[in-house]
């Protein structure tokens, strides 16, 4: 269940860095993303990357 768990939580990290780096502009992949320069995913994905955090640090105790 541990693995799982952590598993888990680096997949919604590195979505959320996607999502940042996305929103922000500095990632440009896909080219026709609807998400690219759009400061909201930004939001989202900080708040993805930091659930990814919280699920690495529970699936590691």
Do not use: C, E, K, N
């Not at 999502?19 to 708040?47: C, E, K, N, V």
């Amino acid at each position: 269940m541990r693995a799982v768990v952590t598993v888990l939580g680096i997949l919604a990290l590195l979505m959320g860095l996607l999502w940042i780096g996305q929103g922000t502009g500095y990632i440009h992949w896909p080219a026709s993303s609807f998400m690219l320069d759009q400061r909201i995913w930004a939001l989202w994905g900080a708040l993805l990357a930091v659930v990814g955090i919280v699920l690495i640090r529970i699936g590691r105790r």
